[in-house]
């Protein structure tokens, strides 16, 4: 990762989770996929998040074949970008599987990779630093903290002490959905003197109060805070979530929270209750956003790999609400005008 890039990791930027472009017939949609990448570049987005979880972890089955064709065409658009951005990789499964999908984001020119650690759930802390430490001699390492409820299992104060260790690790993406974990995190950087170290959020749940709240473990301690997210939330609506980020941002040097914020915090995280099926432990999550992308003209339809991730029952109509609680904060509009151009082969 070159200087500039890690500069605005550091700094905080938006960072959406990209969803996958399926048609009818559950097939790689290629124009739609590059119109998303296109549309998070122009909605101001200062990174892209590729092969997560809301890009489908099916796309590494054999019978899909969809892992390097996706973060090709996604690599390609965003070197195109006029700016920077900061390109990472999702990577999961066994050391060997995870060092070879690191390795195939290296050679596509990607920044950094987000590693889940959830093919690892019994192991220790011993053998999970091995595990983030190979990855992280292939590329800079984003470390994860997932919540259990998709995948993710507790994490240890010590084990991210020693994850902090190892200088390849650039950022942290932090989404246990859980304060008592997050603050696990926060404090294990802040004691850790990592200041190079960026911080993430993706606790659906608590995005703004997370980028507004000054961390501070001590009497003499110095401030720290979580500067951006990784979200699947901002993969919709990412007009909106830059400006909030900017918001955010703009307060923190201020040194005082506006009670503008601290409402749109309540209205973020209602509309990601939506978005995210949260009343059905999350199976919707990714439809959900599918939902919000068609409803845009961005995707065709709300098709997954796996033909049994759909919308749950009431699912559309809690996204039918929330348009309708908060018009201000969804960018109908700007897609609206620039969509033809993005979808444009």
Excluded at 256 to 284: I, M, P, Q, S, W
Aim: charged content about 25%; some cysteine.
């Amino acid at each position: 990762m070159d200087q500039v890039t890690r500069d605005l990791l550091v700094r905080g930027v938006v960072i959406p989770a990209c969803p996958l472009a399926l048609d009818e017939r559950r097939s790689f949609d290629e124009r739609r996929q590059r119109a998303l990448v296109r549309y998070y570049l122009a909605a101001g987005a200062g990174g892209l998040a590729v092969g997560v979880h809301t890009t489908q972890f099916a796309i590494r089955d054999p019978k899909h074949g969809l892992f390097h064709p996706v973060l090709a065409l996604a690599a390609e658009e965003l070197r195109r970008a006029a700016s920077p951005v900061v390109k990472i990789a999702g990577a999961c499964g066994k050391t060997p599987q995870a060092v070879a999908e690191a390795e195939t984001a290296r050679r596509l020119r990607y920044d950094a990779v987000l590693l889940s650690l959830a093919a690892l759930a019994d192991a220790d802390d011993d053998a999970l630093v091995a595990h983030c430490r190979a990855v992280a001699d292939v590329l800079p390492l984003v470390g994860f903290y997932l919540q259990p409820a998709v995948g993710g299992s507790m994490l240890s104060y010590a084990f991210w002490r020693r994850l902090l260790e190892i200088e390849n690790v650039a950022a942290i993406k932090i989404a246990p959905f859980n304060r008592y974990q997050t603050l696990d995190v926060v404090r294990a950087v802040a004691e850790s003197q990592r200041r190079d170290v960026a911080l993430y959020t993706g606790n659906d749940d608590q995005i703004v109060l997370d980028l507004l709240t000054p961390f501070r473990f001590g009497p003499n301690a110095s401030d720290v805070r979580i500067v951006g997210g990784l979200l699947g939330h901002w993969a919709v609506w990412t007009r909106g979530a830059v400006e909030l980020l900017d918001e955010c941002h703009a307060a923190a040097r201020a040194g005082h929270v506006l009670e503008a914020l601290l409402r749109r915090a309540v209205e973020t995280t209602d509309c990601n209750a939506a978005f995210f099926d949260a009343a059905n432990g999350y199976k919707g999550c990714i439809a959900g956003l599918h939902e919000v992308l068609r409803r845009q003209g961005l995707l065709a339809g709300t098709w997954c790999l796996d033909p049994s991730e759909t919308l749950s029952p009431g699912q559309a109509a809690e996204i039918d609400r929330v348009y309708r609680a908060y018009p201000h904060l969804n960018d109908d509009a700007f897609v609206a005008e620039h969509r033809d151009a993005w979808l444009r082969p």
